[in-house]
């Protein structure tokens, strides 16, 4: 099981838009999502999330304005070398433009406008309560093609 992070760029209080990045390579090639990778030995959460914001869309930010929203664990029986096991945060500040890397595309969208059908399939269960403000916490278990989610347990506060 890797430990990862998930970082949700947004603006607005309760939030209005979200930035996601298309992914071009690895793991979820083609799919909408947050930024965030693989928390490397000897570094916190909060370090690993601030240097994929700036790794995958080029923004800066410090580890003192992310806000922790949860956690979740993802399950791929296909793949289980792919299990992980995510923090999740939004962040609301930071310096630079988004830009697109070798990794990601980003693009801004309203909250209303969501691509659910262009992201991780477990998306939609969370991301809604997450953008209203809520925590999350939850597990997550892809079917064998890893696409559908064969079983899904979220608990809010
Ligand atoms: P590194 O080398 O760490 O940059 P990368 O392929 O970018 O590798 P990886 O595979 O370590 O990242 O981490 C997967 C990333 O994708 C994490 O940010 C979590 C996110 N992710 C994986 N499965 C997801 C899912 N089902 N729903 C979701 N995000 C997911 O919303
Ligand atoms: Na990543
Ligand atoms: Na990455």
Redesign the pocket.
């Known amino acids: 099981m ?1 430990s ?3 970082c949700l760029p947004v603006q607005g209080n309760p939030a209005e838009r979200i930035l996601l990045g298309m ?1 071009k ?4 090639r083609g799919k909408y ?6 928390i490397e030995d000897g570094e916190t959460p909060e370090a690993a999330a601030v240097r ?1 914001l700036a ?2 869309c080029g923004i800066v930010a410090a580890e003192s304005d992310l806000e922790p929203v949860g956690r ?1 664990v ?1 399950t791929f029986p296909a793949r289980p070398e ?1 299990d ?1 096991d ?1 923090q999740l945060y939004i962040i609301r500040k930071w310096q630079g433009q988004p830009a697109e890397t070798s ?1 990601m595309k980003p693009v801004w969208f309203a909250v209303g406008d969501i691509p659910y059908n262009e ?5 939609s269960y969370w ?1 809604p309560a997450v953008l209203k403000g809520k925590k999350v916490s939850g597990e ?1 278990y ?1 079917s064998e093609d890893n696409e559908e989610v064969d079983g899904i347990t979220i608990r809010t506060e």
């Not at 390579?25 to 979820?28: I, L, M, R």
């Not at 999502?33 to 693989?38: A, C, I, L, P, T």
Request: a negative charge; aromatic letters at 16%.
């Open positions: 890797r990862t992070t998930l992914k390579t690895g793991f979820g999502n947050g930024f965030g990778g693989k994929e790794e995958e979740l993802f792919d992980h995510v990794e992201m991780w399939a477990d998306d991301l997550v892809f």
